[in-house]
């Protein structure tokens, strides 16, 4: 989801460049202000921030040196000469009814800031606002912004420690907030977002404690709040909660906290072996008979208002969870108590991408033999360039995998794959399968069943160091569209009999057992040596004027047909 979210503020970014590319007039400019309007060709006008003594703290918007502009105002941006502290101080640009962007040091990445009080309530247009270097946010600060999160999800940055009271209240299109913050956490106030009618989607894990009425009258959906410790009075009130998850650190809930806000049918996850304090009213006007509470003791919540949930057995599911530099990969019930994540939007796994770089090391635990996967789609794909090992690897049932593209594509450290195991009787993908494997020497895919496979492109693309792939099936009747570009880049890569590596023949050509010259190919057989055989001495010593010996190629495979019988290279009989 972040990618997303970046892709499309490089986009939009890409746009804004366009239009400040156009001819400009100065309609205003003091040097003792440090600011400028600018109308651009257009007919757009953008204020321009020149030092930091022009985005003091105001008392009040009409305070403010711009004000007379405010209605024409469209864009916010700040200058390349900028100099000063970073800050956007208490109403600096509230009640512009025409603002639609502002860029706050945008080019600054060194820069942190906070943006203060009303700082830009009442902006009815302004759709976006850069608040990847933001460290706080004051209260009121862009409340009545109704056109706020219309385009694009609200992101907030990684530093962030407090977004303040009603600080987003009534921003009715804030239909998504994306959080980067990995460390630490954050508070929220009171009323911060409340009567954000359109929010269904907020990334809390990172929630350090939430003000009364935070998210009242939203239209969440789930929210999971790892690191939360306190909730205020009817945080939650007339929400849509169908999936609540509270991490161990969680102490108090106050009074009507979920006030006619959970779904029937829903399910309350408590990783807490002991109830927190709750307010006797905190469920007041749910259907809590209907909603599931998971949690590591059942028993211990056998008490009001906790004891009109259902409780249950969580059934297992497959995830994974994070220790250090190790990733863990489980399938049973306890995933709330070690804090594991699911496949995110069916492809990769939700743990945050600082954590991805970190592994070294992936361990799939023995429970994982009874789980069933449909798809390993991008299951360590790209962020994990340290892992450098794997280990139980055999527990993974891939017979219902139809799926496994770029499953381990960029694990740039990974020095061996026992994929030896492998059921792909029903994959239909697997582009760039092992792709980037930078430190891979070789791989046995002997097992691949290839029947169904519509796409293997680049399956194995730039693995620079491999030299040897056993396999004794011919591929090559998949073709130039299936295979395509498959073995590109692979410079070590030599056949069973000797033939080398050719970038002419990176498609499905040689994609079978070694042959030699007759029959060139890049995989190897199990009795392979790496140079052409010679014809097993037993079989040349056959004495009797009624020998036949004919040579033929089968499978990539050189074989010797004598009385009847056939024998491959080493002399061994081949049924």
Same mark, same amino acid.
């Given at each position: 989801?972040?990618?997303?979210?970046?892709?499309?503020?490089?986009?939009?970014?890409?746009?804004?460049?366009?239009?400040?590319?156009?001819?400009?007039?100065?309609?205003?400019?003091?040097?003792?202000?440090?600011?400028?309007?600018?109308?651009?060709?257009?007919?757009?006008?953008?204020?321009?921030?020149?030092?930091?003594?022009?985005?003091?703290?105001?008392?009040?918007?009409?305070?403010?040196?711009?004000?007379?502009?405010?209605?024409?105002?469209?864009?916010?941006?700040?200058?390349?000469?900028?100099?000063?502290?970073?800050?956007?101080?208490?109403?600096?640009?509230?009640?512009?009814?025409?603002?639609?962007?502002?860029?706050?040091?945008?080019?600054?990445?060194?820069?942190?800031?906070?943006?203060?009080?009303?700082?830009?309530?009442?902006?009815?247009?302004?759709?976006?606002?850069?608040? *990847?270097?933001?460290? $706080?946010? /004051?209260?009121? @600060? =862009?409340?009545? +912004? &109704? #056109? !706020? %999160?219309?385009?694009?999800?609200?992101?907030?940055? *990684?530093?962030?420690? $407090?977004? /303040?009271?009603? @600080? =987003?209240?009534? +921003? &009715? #299109? !804030? %239909?998504?907030?994306?959080?980067?913050?990995?460390?630490?956490?954050?508070?929220?106030?009171?009323?911060?977002?409340?009567?954000?009618?359109?929010?269904?989607?907020?990334?809390?894990?990172?929630?350090?404690?939430?003000?009364?009425?935070?998210?009242?009258?939203?239209?969440?959906?789930?929210?999971?709040?790892?690191?939360?410790?306190?909730?205020?009075?009817?945080?939650?009130?007339?929400?849509?909660?169908?999936?609540?998850?509270?991490?161990?650190?969680?102490?108090?809930?106050?009074?009507?906290?979920?006030?006619?806000?959970?779904?029937?049918?829903?399910?309350?996850?408590?990783?807490?072996?002991?109830?927190?304090?709750?307010?006797?009213?905190?469920?007041?006007?749910?259907?809590?008979?209907?909603?599931?509470?998971?949690?590591?003791?059942?028993?211990?919540?056998?008490?009001?208002?906790?004891?009109?949930?259902?409780?249950?057995?969580?059934?297992?599911?497959?995830?994974?969870?994070?220790?250090?530099?190790?990733?863990?990969?489980?399938?049973?019930?306890?995933?709330?108590?070690?804090?594991?994540?699911?496949?995110?939007?069916?492809?990769?796994?939700?743990?945050?991408?600082?954590?991805?770089?970190?592994?070294?090391?992936?361990?799939?635990?023995?429970?994982?033999?009874?789980?069933?996967?449909?798809?390993?789609?991008?299951?360590?794909?790209?962020?994990?360039?340290?892992?450098?090992?794997?280990?139980?690897?055999?527990?993974?049932?891939?017979?219902?995998?139809?799926?496994?593209?770029?499953?381990?594509?960029?694990?740039?450290?990974?020095?061996?794959?026992?994929?030896?195991?492998?059921?792909?009787?029903?994959?239909?993908?697997?582009?760039?399968?092992?792709?980037?494997?930078?430190?891979?020497?070789?791989?046995?895919?002997?097992?691949?069943?290839?029947?169904?496979?519509?796409?293997?492109?680049?399956?194995?693309?730039?693995?620079?160091?491999?030299?040897?792939?056993?396999?004794?099936?011919?591929?090559?009747?998949?073709?130039?569209?299936?295979?395509?570009?498959?073995?590109?880049?692979?410079?070590?890569?030599?056949?069973?009999?000797?033939?080398?590596?050719?970038?002419?023949?990176?498609?499905?050509?040689?994609?079978?057992?070694?042959?030699?010259?007759?029959?060139?190919?890049?995989?190897?057989?199990?009795?392979?040596?790496?140079?052409?055989?010679?014809?097993?001495?037993?079989?040349?010593?056959?004495?009797?004027?009624?020998?036949?010996?004919?040579?033929?190629?089968?499978?990539?495979?050189?074989?010797?047909?004598?009385?009847?019988?056939?024998?491959?290279?080493?002399?061994?009989?081949?049924?």
């Amino acid at each position: 989801m972040k990618k997303i979210y970046s892709l499309l503020l490089v986009l939009l970014m890409a746009v804004l460049s366009v239009g400040t590319a156009q001819a400009w007039t100065i309609v205003h400019n003091t040097e003792q202000d440090s600011w400028f309007v600018a109308q651009y060709e257009d007919g757009s006008y953008c204020l321009v921030i020149q030092a930091s003594s022009a985005v003091k703290d105001y008392t009040a918007a009409n305070r403010t040196p711009w004000y007379q502009y405010r209605e024409y105002i469209n864009h916010i941006s700040f200058a390349d000469n900028f100099s000063g502290t970073p800050n956007v101080g208490n109403y600096c640009f509230a009640e512009m009814p025409n603002l639609t962007y502002a860029g706050l040091y945008s080019g600054y990445t060194h820069y942190s800031y906070t943006i203060g009080a009303h700082a830009f309530e009442n902006c009815p247009k302004l759709t976006y606002v850069s608040c *990847e270097k933001c460290t $706080s946010i /004051g209260d009121y @600060a =862009f409340k009545g +912004c &109704t #056109s !706020l %999160g219309k385009d694009l999800c609200f992101s907030v940055g *990684e530093n962030m420690s $407090s977004i /303040g009271a009603h @600080a =987003f209240e009534e +921003c &009715t #299109s !804030l %239909g998504c907030v994306q959080t980067s913050v990995t460390v630490g956490t954050f508070s929220i106030g009171d009323y911060a977002f409340c009567k954000c009618s359109k929010l269904q989607y907020f990334d809390a894990a990172h929630i350090g404690s939430l003000g009364e009425y935070a998210f009242a009258n939203c239209a969440l959906t789930t929210i999971t709040l790892t690191n939360c410790k306190t909730v205020g009075a009817r945080a939650f009130n007339k929400n849509k909660l169908s999936y609540v998850r509270f991490g161990g650190a969680i102490t108090s809930i106050g009074e009507k906290a979920f006030y006619d806000g959970l779904e029937d049918n829903g399910t309350f996850v408590m990783t807490r072996s002991t109830p927190p304090t709750t307010a006797s009213d905190a469920f007041q006007a749910c259907n809590v008979s209907t909603i599931t509470l998971d949690c590591p003791s059942g028993n211990a919540y056998n008490v009001a208002p906790w004891s009109s949930f259902k409780a249950k057995t969580v059934d297992p599911e497959l995830y994974v969870a994070v220790s250090g530099t190790t990733l863990t990969m489980y399938y049973d019930g306890q995933r709330y108590s070690r804090n594991g994540g699911l496949l995110y939007n069916e492809t990769c796994w939700d743990i945050s991408f600082d954590d991805m770089k970190k592994i070294t090391k992936l361990v799939i635990d023995p429970s994982v033999a009874a789980a069933l996967p449909t798809s390993t789609k991008n299951w360590f794909y790209y962020y994990y360039e340290n892992l450098a090992t794997i280990e139980g690897i055999e527990y993974l049932n891939t017979s219902e995998v139809t799926d496994m593209r770029n499953m381990f594509n960029g694990c740039k450290k990974l020095k061996a794959i026992d994929v030896s195991h492998f059921n792909t009787s029903k994959c239909t993908v697997m582009s760039s399968l092992f792709s980037q494997c930078e430190s891979l020497t070789e791989l046995n895919v002997n097992s691949f069943d290839m029947s169904k496979v519509e796409s293997a492109t680049f399956m194995f693309g730039s693995c620079t160091s491999l030299e040897r792939i056993y396999c004794e099936k011919d591929w090559t009747s998949l073709g130039n569209s299936v295979l395509y570009y498959a073995f590109s880049n692979c410079p070590s890569l030599k056949g069973g009999w000797g033939t080398p590596y050719d970038e002419n023949y990176k498609h499905h050509q040689y994609a079978r057992p070694d042959g030699g010259s007759n029959a060139p190919g890049y995989f190897w057989r199990g009795g392979d040596t790496g140079e052409q055989p010679d014809y097993h001495e037993d079989i040349d010593q056959v004495q009797t004027d009624k020998v036949q010996s004919t040579k033929l190629i089968r499978d990539g495979m050189l074989l010797i047909e004598r009385n009847g019988k056939t024998f491959n290279a080493q002399g061994v009989e081949v049924k």
